[in-house]
Each structure stands twice: as structure tokens, then as C-alpha cells.
């Protein structure tokens, strides 16, 4: 009978490979060590996994995985940096910008934003009086998180 407290040593032979800093390795060891496989309808382009990739400075294992997922978690830029990109969409300094206007960035531009993700984030957007976006206090959620879901 087999157990799982085997006193017998695992020869090399049999012992699961480690992940190597491949995609093959990554997917490989995500399905071992999870007893699953990796879901195939993820669909990410090959610049963007080899860029990934070189995020760690050697072959990526779990700690590496760990260490590098946590950095995306917590890794928003500078609340300084926010503000400045923002400041760009508010010539006149007031602070705020204009609603609609960043809606419309927000749907057509870059990563773009889907409309519930949009209704999503207006949702805990500070506004002023004229309905405008009062960016300081969103940056400052952004950065600190929602005072709400304390």
C-alpha cells in the first residue's frame, strides 16, 4: 500500500520537473501542482510571455512566481505619477476633468475599458457639482484603496 509519508526516498527519476523559464515549464508545473491543466482558452501573444519571462532574473519557480504576482498586485505606480498623468486632461489646473471626455479615453484608448468596467469605476469616482472627476481624490483611491471597503 502506498502512503504519503513514505519512508522511501523518491529517486531522481521520478521526481516532478521543476518549472524552467519556459513557457512549456510554466504551464507544465501549473497543471502539476495544482492537479489540473492550464486552461487552453487563455490566449496571450507570445511578445507578452517573453516579456513576462524576462520579469525574472533566472529560472522562474514558485517563489519567483509568488514574488512577481505580488509586485503586479501592489505594484501601482506613485500616487505622484497618477496625478501627472492626469494633469495632462486638466490644462487649467482646477483639479478635476471633465466626465464624458474620459469615459470616451477611456472606451477607445490603449487598455481600453469595457462599459461596465467604466460604470464600475465611476461608481467610487469623487465628483464635483458639474459632474466632473475630481482626480486628486481618485488618485488617492487608486493608490490607498476606497475608504469605504475599510
Do not use: W
Not at 529517486?11 to 521543476?18: I, N
Not at 491543466?37 to 496571450?44: C, D, E, G, Q, R
Not at 514558485?62 to 505619477?81: I, M, Q, R, S, W
Not at 476633468?97 to 477611456?106: A, G, M, P
Amino acid at each position: 500500500m502506498c502512503s504519503p509519508c513514505s519512508s522511501k526516498p523518491r529517486s531522481r527519476s521520478s521526481r516532478k520537473p521543476s518549472a524552467a523559464s519556459t513557457r512549456t515549464g510554466m504551464a507544465l508545473s501549473a497543471s502539476q501542482t495544482f492537479g489540473r491543466p492550464t486552461p487552453s482558452s487563455v490566449s496571450v501573444p507570445e511578445e507578452e510571455l517573453d516579456a513576462m519571462l524576462q520579469e525574472g532574473k533566472g529560472p522562474i519557480n514558485f517563489t519567483v512566481f509568488l514574488t512577481l504576482f505580488g509586485e503586479k498586485l501592489n505594484g501601482t505606480d506613485p500616487e505622484e505619477a497618477i496625478l501627472s498623468a492626469f494633469r495632462m486632461f486638466d490644462p487649467s489646473g482646477k483639479g478635476v476633468v471633465n466626465k464624458d471626455e474620459f469615459k470616451q479615453l477611456l472606451l477607445t484608448q490603449a487598455d481600453k475599458f469595457s462599459l461596465a468596467e467604466v460604470e464600475q469605476m465611476f461608481a467610487l469616482t469623487p465628483m464635483d457639482l458639474a459632474g466632473d472627476i475630481d482626480y486628486k481624490s481618485l488618485c488617492y483611491i487608486i493608490t490607498h484603496g476606497d475608504e469605504k471597503e475599510e
